[in-house]
T-cell receptor
Framework: DTAVSQTPKYLVTQMGNDKSIKCEQN?????MYWYKQDSKKFLKIMFS???????INETVPNRFSPKSPDKAHLNLHINSLELGDSAVYFC???????????FGPGTRLLVL | AQKVTQAQTEISVVEKEDVTLDCVYE???????LFWYKQPPSGELVFLIR??????QNEISGRYSWNFQKSTSSFNFTITASQVVDSAVYFC?????????????FGTGTRLTVIP
């Protein structure tokens, strides 16, 4: 049973395209997150959602938008993809904002 | 501002050696949480341990142990009798307990290679 899952695992696309990455957690957690890991392995938070409310929005381009249809899902939509968006994107979840975050397997995005 | 420093970029050890991964953190908050995550070659991020700022007890879990010292703002991780399966990138992370700020600040990671 996968706790935090992401689809797709790999995503190769052309510059300028729009793409989405899906994330689902079956842990009953109420807070979900998106992180970006760059080529140097540096991890930085992009967004977090708590009870459908965006509570963190770091300085990411507005081409990136998180969408949460329900508490178990937090999808990441990216418009007009750029070369610099190539990275691994991790979804995570936690029970309340104070608890440990558990990560999904990551989505490796390559923009050509 | 919060900061996590993992000064060791890469470490190589021979199997069965002990190895310590260093983590130094900075925060002005009195309540905070420290974490270690493991990222094996397969790429996923695996939670290893969480410590809150009020609990300085060291912890041991099998071959893993953690030494938390507030006096030096360090949260070091030791692997005893290392094995090839321990080869991974290890991240130390800090989270402060502040309203509206519940994100994790990660260090840059230490790549551990265990040579058979």
């Amino acid at each position: 049973d996968t706790a935090v899952s992401q689809t797709p695992k790999y995503l190769v696309t052309q510059m300028g395209n729009d793409k989405s990455i899906k994330c689902e957690q079956n842990l009953g957690h109420d807070t979900m997150y998106w992180y970006k890991q760059d080529s140097k392995k540096f991890l930085k938070i992009m967004f977090s959602y708590n009870n459908k409310e965006l509570i963190i929005n770091e300085t990411v381009p507005n081409r990136f938008s998180p969408k949460s249809p329900d508490k178990a899902h937090l999808n990441l939509h990216i418009n007009s993809l750029e070369l610099g968006d190539s990275a691994v994107y991790f979804c995570a979840s936690s029970q309340a904002r104070t608890e440990t975050q558990y990560f999904g397997p990551g989505t490796r995005l390559l923009v050509l | 501002a919060q900061k996590v420093t993992q000064a060791q970029t890469e470490i190589s050890v021979v199997e069965k050696e002990d190895v310590t991964l260093d983590c130094v953190y900075e925060t002005r908050d009195t309540t905070y949480y420290l974490f270690w995550y493991k990222q094996p070659p397969s790429g996923e991020l695996v939670f290893l341990i969480r410590r809150n700022s009020f609990d300085e007890q060291n912890e041991i879990s099998g071959r893993y142990s953690w030494n938390f010292q507030k006096s030096t703002s360090s949260f070091n991780f030791t692997i005893t009798a290392s094995q090839v399966v321990d080869s991974a990138v290890y991240f130390c992370a800090l989270r402060i307990d502040q309203t509206g700020a519940n994100n994790l600040f990660f260090g840059t990671g230490t790549r551990l290679t265990v040579i058979p």
